[in-house]
């Protein structure tokens, strides 16, 4: 019988074949010059691959915790391999092949001449990728959501306006660069090209208005999206129960606005609070200065307490960075990049400093402690110590516990005494509202039936973002189901496992030890981590 780490790492095979480009940014050799085929055929070959490592996932019993992570993922890469949202998804960066392509190829980073003649390859195989691309779309019978698809085209029309083209960085200033700017120009610019015009031309023309974005609008598509809900939450919840979580959470946050935004404004209701906090200049940065030095003050006093809060600390500090210049204009307010597996590149919280006296200030730090300590660079760098485990184990994808925790950690920095004032507190809540909204929104196009607007109103009244990050959040939630889910959902459930944990343990409840415990098996699935949690209270009883 073949034995859990085993099919971990036929698992882990099976990922990089699916995603080549994906298995060279984490550092997986063995395919630096592949791209995906995006035919439908490749699709059903990987589904049925992993289709058949689920079966014999479970048909062992061997490490149960490895075998339920194996089996998990191999289900979620069969749904998303089944689910065909390659076929009508253009904008959308999580799910859309070229806005994936454009943001990943750039950040190869070849380390030698093998490395660099690889990067080549995978250029030239560009147009052929294409073109198959182009056929599957052509043949499908799902219409694309049309001003979704027009963003496509103007992404692309900005990409071949650029006088240097973002494909040739991975090679600049190395002895293959005249190479990669011949073949860029010769061929795979005029790929992008046609294949822009294809949108333009045959698909934007039959795609669906702003009335009918949700997939419960498509043949299957009410099933689909129940299928995605169970993939991304891990849980059993129906669309309409999170639905009615996420009206709850809001009606609550509410009182909570109104609580601490009287201490800030005086007596004030919950919707001025939000208001306020939009509108105020004197909430908006002076200078990037100031943002870089808050960002780097708020992850050293989160790891100066850290020691209270967790028995394992990860071996390398979390460094703070700035995006860099040629990035920052499309990159999101701030994101983590995980350390490399190899110890070359440290985990690093990076800041967008583009246009500051733009951004807002309220929310900095509780994007640092999500993104940094005690969030994402806490629970990646401690995965990645987990040596002795399966690498699928430290690698797996699983966003209900990954975004679960990183948004767990936003009040639990509450509780450990880090935010510096109750703007920053209304900070935390403004991430509350939007991942709270998330469920009703989400759930409401593409269970409920709502049109764009009616899930841009909703985030208008409930959401502290300005317009233009409304409208990015609703293209998110139509190209992209059930995927924003996952914060609120993981978050939840590990704040019940917690209750649950302090409610059997009482006095012998060590905050510490349900750290090092959450942390210390690598990402899993919600009932996989309460299985694990229970058995932990047993022991300790």
Known sequence: ?????????????????????????????????????????????????????????????????????????????????????????????????????????????PADERGRRDYLTRLAGLPDYLAALAARQRASRRRPIAHLVAAAVARLDRHLAEDADPLAIPLRDTDSAAACADLLAAAVRPAFARYREFLRAEIEPRGRSKDEPGLCGLPGGGDLYAGLVRLYTTTDHT??????????????????????????????????????LLDDPALRWRTAEEMVVLARETIARA????????????????????????????????????????????????VNTHQAELRDRFSAEATAFHEGVPGHHFQIALAQQLTELPLLRRLASIEAYLEGWALYTERLADEMGLYSDDVARLGMLSGDSLRAARLVVDTGIHALGWTWQQAVDYLRAHAVMPDVDICSEVDRYCENPAQALSYMVGRLEIQRLRGEAERRLGDRFDIRAFHDLVLGGGPLPMAVLADVVDRWCDSVV
């Open 303 to 350: 790891e100066r307490v850290a020691g209270d809060w967790f028995g394992t600390l990860p071996a390398a500090r979390c460094a703070v960075d700035v995006v860099p210049e040629a990035d920052a204009p499309n990159a999101p307010l701030a994101y983590y990049m995980d350390p490399a597996l190899d110890g070359t590149r440290p985990g690093t919280y990076f």
């Open 239 to 276: 669309p309409e129960q999170l639905h009615r979580i996420g009206l709850d959470l809001i009606e609550a946050l509410d009182r909570e606005y109104e609580e601490i935004g009287a201490r800030v404004f005086g007596p004030i209701s919950a919707a001025e609070v939000r208001r306020r």
């Open 1 to 109: 019988m073949t034995t859990a780490r085993e099919l971990a790492d036929d698992l882990l095979e099976l990922t990089s074949d699916a995603d080549p480009v994906t298995a060279t940014l984490m550092g997986l050799p063995g395919r630096d010059d592949k791209l995906p085929d995006p035919s439908a055929a490749a699709d059903r070959a990987l589904r049925l691959r992993a289709e058949r490592i689920a079966a014999r996932a479970r048909a062992g019993d061997d490490d149960p915790v490895t075998r339920a992570v194996v089996a998990q993922q191999a289900d979620a890469l069969a749904l998303k391999l089944g689910s065909n949202l390659v076929e009508h998804t253009h904008a959308e960066g999580l799910n859309a092949p070229i806005a994936l392509l454009l943001v990943a190829l750039p950040l190869t980073r």
